[in-house]
């Protein structure tokens, strides 16, 4: 239900405060509105720039394409070393967000419903993943992996990026699982169901929405980080945002190419986003804490 | 929710703990055992007990970039904590297409890599090809990020307000969903003001979620390295140097692996300590209001 809604039955018995609530609507309106655009205008700035011509770029400032060109879009489409980069972005977010999920839900299931010797201390642990500062870790991080033997495979990365996809993985979805009652369980093994099936069967369909919004964390963190899948990959797995830094030349920075670089990852995001637009907010709601 | 004492619930968290230990245990190991020894090579190492930590808590440089680096973080959650909930207070509510698109294009900043987002500001910022800087110079501002260190340093500021405000947001528009229609009611018949209704019906029941929006804002910018390593490489001078540019600097400009590595134990435990201070205060604050 609206805000508004709620406030109608207050409104019709004094009409003095609708003028009031309306212009509080409004100011608050108007803070949004003034972010949104300062959000947008950067990456306007971008999407104008991915269909300049260099010249163009150079030459002066023009606030929309005068001789708009698909040719930075086209390079990135027809050279293998730019859109593999896109390739290898995708399959390995991808792959972590599946071996994520996978290992994630039994794990959210037992933090939700038992207690058991250390469950907050495992909790803890995990969360801490995330406060250790980069820098010094990617070289053993950079052994490891090459030692294993999966230096620059793409699980090397989905693997590398579960240190902080799987803690925020379990947060989530331990979340959607505290909302579903006990008694549904309880229900489901005196009908006698096996875990494994009431899990498949029952359980997960129940929490789609959960999973659905666990996905597009997942995707989103693995898609921005950088310096790990750097690190772990030379050629064969190199995602685009490392790809990225090739553009500057003897001839200089190409611009144009690096903008429509830039805009084509932005997109995807984009993409997976508009899917789950309804559940976002609610995926944090509902974490413990 | 009533939970069941059972051991047994182990055995569904193995997997997590394997798949997370893989990653995290063998790297933190190795760089406690490089923060007591000197590396000159493979196989070319010796004991030199504590010595990296007396390196690292003595540096006069250190000291600076862990001022500035404070001072910056504290400076993005005074910015972004409460402007991310004057504008989750703005957003509309219910499933209109007004909504969909307030939270899609709020959330797009979020899904950019790190370093496009130093790029898109790098082109923004520019003075003759980008339209803020171009700005500035048109209203008579010598505006150049690359060697004025105040610039600098304002724009990495507003660059990160750009890219994470939307985080608080989300996480506070969350919140605020959650409150039931009927406390609006009745604070309207109460004849609550404005300020009243915030102070004790909107912001306790943003409690839980504005915990999470420190704790991961805290953590991400005193951790902050690939957007101001893109936009400034750490300059002009030192002045956009912050912790883990310090750090890099050390341990792949210098290849002072000891002493780098000594530095991320310090780090890692600073990071630990602000987050576990700033849970305490927030929960113990939310605990004296429910009374």
């Known amino acids: ?289 | 929710m009533d939970k069941v004492q059972d051991n047994r619930a182990w055995f569904l968290i193995i997997p997590v703990f394997l798949i997370v230990a893989f990653s995290a245990v063998v790297p933190l190991m190795t760089v406690v055992n490089y923060s007591v020894q000197e590396i000159f090579g493979p196989g070319q190492t010796f004991f030199v007990g504590t010595e990296w930590f007396e390196a690292v808590l003595k540096d006069e440089r250190l000291h600076d970039a862990l001022v500035r680096q404070i001072i910056y973080s504290l400076a993005v959650l005074a910015i972004e904590i409460p402007l991310g909930i004057l504008i989750a207070l703005g957003m509309p509510g219910g499933r209109s297409a007004k909504t969909s698109l307030t939270l899609v294009l709020l959330a797009l900043p979020l899904l950019i890599p790190f370093n496009v987002v130093g790029t898109i500001w790098q082109i923004f910022g520019r003075g003759d090809i980008g339209l803020l800087g171009a700005t500035f110079r048109a209203i008579g501002i010598d505006y150049n990020y690359t060697n004025n260190s105040a610039h600098a340093w304002v724009t990495v500021l507003v660059m990160d307000v750009w890219h994470w405000t939307s985080l608080v947001a989300l996480l506070c528009y969350a919140g605020l969903q959650s409150i039931p229609p009927a406390f609006y009611q009745a604070a309207k018949i109460d004849g609550a003001s404005k300020w009243a209704v915030f102070r004790y019906i909107q912001l306790p029941k943003m409690r839980g979620v504005l915990i999470i929006a420190v704790l991961l804002r805290f953590m991400d910018s005193f951790m902050i390295y690939t957007e101001p390593f893109v936009l400034t490489g750490g300059g002009p001078g030192n002045s956009t140097t912050f912790l883990s540019q310090y750090l890099t600097q050390m341990a792949v400009g210098q290849f002072d692996i000891g002493k780098a590595a000594a530095f991320s134990i310090v780090y890692f435990l600073i990071v630990l300590l602000f987050s576990f201070i700033f849970y305490t205060i927030i929960t113990r604050t939310g605990e004296g209001e429910k009374k």
């Open chain 1, 1 to 289: 239900m609206s805000k508004a809604a709620v406030l109608a039955p207050g409104s019709l018995a004094a009409p003095a405060n609708i003028r009031r609530s309306s212009a509080r609507v409004s100011n608050r309106t108007i803070v949004l509105v003034c972010y949104i655009v300062f959000l947008m205008l950067p990456i306007y700035w971008m999407v104008n720039m991915s269909f300049k011509t260099n010249e163009e770029i150079l030459s002066g400032l023009t606030l929309y394409p005068h001789n708009p060109t698909l040719r930075n879009y086209a390079i990135i489409f027809t050279d293998p070393s730019w859109y593999s980069g896109y390739i290898n972005s995708i399959y390995y977010v991808t792959l972590n967000t599946i071996i994520s999920l996978t290992v994630a839900l039994p794990a959210a299931y037992a933090f939700s419903r038992y207690r058991f010797i250390g469950d907050k201390h495992v909790f803890f642990w995990l969360l801490t993943n995330k406060m250790a500062p980069p820098a010094v870790f990617l070289l053993p991080f950079f052994q490891l992996y090459q030692t294993v033997g999966l230096f620059d495979t793409h699980i090397a990365v989905a693997l590398a990026h579960c240190l902080f996809n799987v803690p925020l993985a379990v947060w989530i979805l331990e979340g959607f699982m505290s909302g579903v009652p006990r008694e549904i369980d309880e229900m489901a093994y005196i009908d006698g169901y096996s875990f494994p099936r009431f899990f498949g069967t029952v359980f997960l369909p129940m929490i789609r929405a959960g999973v659905g919004v666990t996905a597009f964390f997942c995707f989103m963190f693995s898609w921005v980080e950088l310096l790990l899948a750097r690190t772990l990959t030379s050629v064969d797995a190199k995602p685009i945002a490392a790809t990225m830094t090739r553009t500057v030349s003897a001839s200089g920075m190409d611009w144009g190419l690096l903008a429509a670089a830039g805009v084509l990852t932005i997109l995807p995001g984009a993409l997976v986003i508009w899917f789950v637009r309804n559940y976002i907010a609610k995926g944090f709601a509902l974490g413990r804490v």
